[in-house]
């Protein structure tokens, strides 16, 4: 999820620890208030890499600081220091609110379409449901009911009780509305070998990328309605010089590393070569925005690249610094 409905998940769950006796003086209270939303928190520090650059971020995003390791770590560190400042709290109570407050940060990505290598260390894969947007305006808008409610004098702990019950009902229901939408999307391609689906900002609203063994199939689903907007001859990336000089780019491997179904484009230019794969994952208005290009030279030098969203033409050139030709 974003940023901000985990600040407010952080919140809630602060809200809920008021059901537990064990804080129910004001600095107990206080104690687990801080702890829960640092815990909240503290699975992303990892987007601090996207200072470094684009190919370390999405490489690392998600990753081990969502591992089983790190579930485990990150309430005994979180827990200790707190109760290095609040020693009358009772610990175990503490860590297991903590803990909790990090399990679902880790749990609530699973259901987006971007996903989390959760099972790290056993496995690398990236569990990614595609039930829930990344922002999801219906959960971030009960949170804040719940804090209004909440800040004019409602019990918290049943307040956030009653609505986290509303959104377990909530992901059912998401689930069953994108079964629907695989459902037709079968009948329509019964040969797909591999069906993804994405949800958007709009309730009714999901993206679509589909192979079967000869072509890829971009669409969306409006209102149970599906319909495919793109499609594309599968064709196997060849095993050229070009090709395999530009896979040694780092922002190129990071997005290789990321994507489960793309298309290629290889272009000889006068001075240049260009490489460019394209994640059908996240069409937008005719344009497919999350890219990896590599520019390399005549000798395959890699002379310049780039991964990540891009919304224009322009704007990539630019970013990759060189002006076509």
């Given at each position: 999820?974003?940023?901000g409905?985990?600040?407010?998940?952080?919140?809630a769950?602060?809200?809920?620890?008021?059901?537990?006796?064990a804080?129910?003086?004001?600095?107990?209270?206080?104690?687990?208030?801080?702890?829960?939303?640092?815990?909240?928190?503290?699975?992303?520090?990892?987007?601090?890499?996207?200072?470094?650059?684009?190919?370390?971020?999405?490489?690392?995003?998600?990753?081990?600081?969502?591992?089983?390791?790190?579930?485990?770590l990150?309430?005994?560190?979180?827990?200790?220091?707190?109760?290095?400042?609040?020693?009358?709290?009772?610990?175990?109570?503490?860590w297991?609110?903590?803990?909790?407050?990090?399990?679902?940060?880790?749990?609530?990505?699973?259901?987006?379409?971007?996903?989390?290598?959760?099972?790290?260390?056993?496995?690398?894969?990236?569990?990614?449901?595609g039930?829930?947007?990344?922002?999801?305006?219906?959960?971030?808008?009960?949170?804040?009911?719940?804090?209004?409610l909440?800040?004019?004098?409602?019990?918290?702990?049943?307040?956030?009780?009653?609505?986290?019950?509303?959104?377990?009902?909530?992901?059912?229901?998401?689930?069953?509305?994108?079964?629907v939408?695989?459902?037709?999307?079968?009948?329509?391609?019964?040969?797909?070998?591999?069906?993804?689906?994405?949800?958007?900002?709009?309730?009714h609203?999901?993206?679509?990328?589909?192979?079967?063994?000869?072509?890829?199939?971009?669409?969306?689903s409006l209102?149970?309605?599906?319909?495919?907007?793109?499609?594309?001859n599968?064709?196997?990336?060849?095993?050229?010089?070009?090709?395999?000089?530009?896979?040694?780019?780092?922002?190129?491997?990071a997005?290789?590393?990321?994507?489960?179904?793309?298309?290629?484009?290889?272009?000889?230019?006068d001075?240049?070569?260009?490489?460019?794969?394209?994640?059908?994952?996240?069409?937008?208005?005719?344009?497919?925005?999350?890219?990896?290009?590599?520019?390399?030279d005549?000798?395959?030098?890699?002379?310049?690249?780039?991964?990540?969203?891009?919304?224009?033409?322009?704007?990539?050139?630019?970013?990759?610094?060189?002006?076509?030709?």
């Open positions: 999820m974003d940023t409905t985990h600040v407010v998940m952080g919140l769950l602060g809200g809920l620890a008021t059901l537990d006796p804080f129910s003086e004001s600095s107990a209270a206080t104690c687990v208030l801080i702890s829960v939303m640092v815990g909240s928190q503290a699975p992303d520090i990892d987007t601090i890499l996207k200072l470094k650059n684009n190919a370390v971020y999405i490489r690392n995003h998600r990753g081990i600081t969502h591992s089983i390791p790190a579930v485990l990150w309430p005994v560190l979180i827990s200790g220091l707190m109760h290095q400042f609040f020693p009358e709290v009772n610990f175990l109570h503490l297991l609110w903590t803990f909790l407050a990090v399990f679902l940060h880790v749990f609530v990505d699973i259901f987006n379409a971007y996903g989390t290598q959760a099972l790290r260390p056993f496995s690398a894969k990236w569990l990614a449901l039930v829930i947007n990344t922002f999801d305006p219906f959960i971030f808008g009960m949170h804040i009911v719940g804090l209004i909440w800040a004019i004098g409602a019990d918290p702990g049943y307040t956030f009780l009653a609505i986290y019950a509303v959104l377990v009902a909530y992901y059912i229901f998401r689930f069953m509305e994108r079964r939408v695989y459902r037709r999307v079968l009948i329509m391609i019964p040969d797909a070998t591999e069906i993804i689906i994405s949800p958007t900002l709009k309730f609203q999901w993206k679509i990328a589909v192979m079967n063994k000869h072509q890829f199939f971009v669409g969306r209102n149970r309605k599906v319909e495919i907007l793109d499609q594309f599968r064709v196997e990336v060849p095993q050229t010089p070009v090709i395999e000089a530009a896979k040694k780019d780092s922002n190129l491997a997005f290789l590393s990321f994507s489960p179904v793309y298309r290629w484009e290889a272009d000889e230019f001075d240049y070569y260009e490489v460019r794969f394209i994640d059908l994952r996240y069409r937008s208005k005719d344009y497919y925005p999350f890219v990896a290009v590599v520019q390399l005549r000798d395959l030098n890699i002379k310049t690249s780039y991964t990540g969203w891009i919304f224009s033409e322009k704007k990539l050139r630019k970013k990759l610094e060189i002006i076509p030709n």
